[in-house]
């Protein structure tokens, strides 16, 4: 817990000193989101071991309330910072954003998706609000309940099929995520007893209209270019882990139709330990996705040989994803190379129903 403490917070107070103060502080949060961990994976080549099965993380959750807290307050602050006459110049403006948008996708989304699957209701709120807050508020409702059901399917808009670039699979993953996290959600009150409550798409709605309302009020027009600039930002960053984590991968179909349960080869993990303690574990990706639940530092990395994984650490690989053809040349042999382990269908599963009835799993 300590290391995944001060891998993740330590940008916080980098990143609002550079805010309030300028000067070398907004470089130094910039270089640490950069590079710093993805040197430390090259410089240092260890394997973080797995946790003892059952050992307990008191800590775990506190953490990811502080960084979901953290990443809502540093919207505030640098949206105001960056629009108010601060006096700070035009590239310390652009450093500013930059090491914020990058500490929002790489450690604020990994803590909110820890807390979006908790079963606690106050940290399932705090999760909520993340999403909310970049403007992204169904990922909260289509992460849990069409990607982990659908993963590695072309049912699932948040798969990126092989040699799909990214930038096709953006704009399909997020309005297929919108679509059928929304039908998913509603299929889940109608089958509800009593009342159900206010829709969840509704939340997100007014939730992100009250915070583009605190950004005007606060930094103006321009502060409210910049929450939704640094919002987008976030959102790609999110969209781009789901394209590598997921790129080329396809569960098989049975016999009876359905689709093979999901298993650790329907995800791309990486062993790199400095990135994964800055992303709280997301590159372990196939064991979350066979245990939801399990908590970040918990999370177990499958063999080479039972699960595919990616020569290069997680940031690395979504900077790589932004040029289509450098990126599909460069995963073609691994791809190829775990197609042909036997352990992965050769080739895409045949398409389920254009609008399946998504159930909560």
């Excluded at 605190?214 to 939704?228: D, E, S």
Aim: hydrophobic share 45%; with cysteine.
């Amino acid at each position: 817990m300590p290391v995944f403490a001060l891998a993740a917070l330590t940008p916080v107070p980098l990143i609002g000193l550079g805010a309030l103060a300028g000067g070398a502080w907004l470089w130094a949060g910039f270089l640490y989101m950069a590079l710093l961990s993805v040197l430390l994976d090259q410089l240092i080549p260890y394997v973080a071991g797995d946790a003892a099965e059952g050992q307990e993380f008191p800590g775990a959750d506190l953490l990811l309330a502080g960084l979901a807290l953290s990443a809502m307050a540093l919207l505030l602050v640098v949206s105001w910072t960056i629009a108010a006459p601060s006096g700070r110049s035009s590239g310390q403006k652009i450093l500013l954003f930059c090491a914020t948008g990058l500490w929002l996708g790489q450690v604020g989304h990994p803590a909110a998706h820890e807390l979006i699957h908790r079963g606690n209701r106050l940290l399932f709120r705090l999760g909520q609000a993340f999403y909310i807050a970049i403007l992204f508020g169904q990922h909260a409702s289509a992460h849990r309940l069409v990607h982990h059901r659908y993963v590695a399917s072309d049912c699932d808009p948040n798969t990126a099929r092989e040699g799909e670039s990214f930038y096709h699979f953006a704009r399909r993953a997020w309005i297929g995520s919108w679509k059928m996290g929304w039908r998913a959600e509603t299929d889940l009150r109608a089958r509800a007893r009593g009342r159900p409550g206010l829709h969840p798409y509704a939340v997100y709605l007014a939730g992100g209209a009250l915070c583009l309302g605190l950004a005007l009020v606060t930094g103006g027009v321009y502060g409210l270019v910049i929450w939704i600039l640094l919002g987008l930002y976030a959102q790609m960053q999110v969209l781009v882990s789901d394209y590598v984590q997921h790129y080329g991968l396809r569960r098989a179909r049975l016999e009876n139709g359905r689709l093979e349960p999901v298993g650790p080869q329907h995800s791309w993990n990486t062993a790199h330990w400095a990135s994964s303690a800055l992303m709280l574990n997301a590159p372990r990706h196939s064991d979350h996705h066979s245990h939801p639940s399990r908590p970040y530092p918990a999370l177990r990395l499958p063999a080479g040989d039972i699960a595919p994984r990616l020569p290069w650490p997680l940031p690395l690989a979504c900077c790589l994803a932004f040029l289509p053809g450098p990126w599909r040349r460069l995963m073609r042999p691994h791809l190829r190379r775990w197609q042909a382990s036997g352990t992965a269908p050769p080739g895409p599963a045949s398409p389920g129903p254009a609008s399946p009835q998504v159930r909560q799993s």
